[in-house]
Every structure is written in structure tokens, then in C-alpha cells.
Nanobody
Framework: QGQVAESGGGLVQPGGSLRLSCAAT????????KAWYRQAPGKRRERVALITGLGTTLYSDSVAGRFTISVDNLKNEWYLQMNNLKPGDTGVYYC?????????WGQGTQVTVSS
């Protein structure tokens, strides 16, 4: 089973944008669903976006209309474009690969939205 690693986090002002990337190594099935989760301080990890192997996307209510998940199967990468960021979006963001053998998680990347 492959590994995944996130990049692209950082500090941004409210209303700003960030793009997170997730790079996967090893054998990755194009039919696998890919997702992004986040964990805010003192809260449980929650899924914010998911894309199925067929390209169907799902978003949590809190990010719908502001975040976009996409995949580049040639590069084995997926992305989370985050626009109009709010302080409530602050947290550690994790990319997630859902395969038949189970879930693979990255180490996480910190996103801080603050003025």
C-alpha cells in the first residue's frame, strides 16, 4: 500500500485562498476515493471534501461553495483549493486515500486563518 503526503498549508488572512496538495506514492487505484479531512483544536477530525473514482464530489456544509477538490491521476496527486477562508477553517488538514485495503493518511499540514 502506498503512502500520501500533504503540502501547501500556512498562514492566511480571512478571505484569502490556499491550495493544498496531496502526493501519493506506490500503487494507487484510480477507482479509489480521495478525501480531505481537518481537525480543529479541541475538535474531532471531520471530512471536508471527497472525490470518488468516478469523479463525484462531496463537501461538508461548512465548506461547500468555497472549497474544491480535484485529482490528477497521471501525477497520483489530489488537491484542495480553499477560497474565502474563515477563521473557523483553521486546523490541521489531512489527505486520505480510501482503498480496498483500508484508509491511508498523511501526516497533516497546518492551516491557520487569522488577521
Amino acid at each position: 500500500q502506498g503512502q500520501v503526503a500533504e503540502s501547501g498549508g500556512g498562514l492566511v488572512q480571512p478571505g484569502g485562498s490556499l491550495r493544498l496538495s496531496c502526493a501519493a506514492t506506490g500503487t494507487i487505484s484510480r477507482n479509489s476515493a480521495k478525501a480531505w479531512y481537518r481537525q480543529a483544536p479541541g475538535k474531532r477530525r471531520e471530512r471536508v471534501a471527497l472525490i470518488t473514482g468516478l469523479g463525484t464530489t462531496l463537501y461538508s456544509d461548512s465548506v461547500a461553495g468555497r472549497f474544491t477538490i480535484s485529482v490528477d491521476n497521471l501525477k497520483n496527486e489530489w488537491y484542495l483549493q480553499m477560497n474565502n477562508l474563515k477563521p473557523g477553517d483553521t486546523g490541521v488538514y489531512y489527505c486520505n486515500l480510501k482503498s480496498q485495503s483500508g484508509d491511508t493518511w498523511g501526516q497533516g499540514t497546518q492551516v491557520t486563518v487569522s488577521s
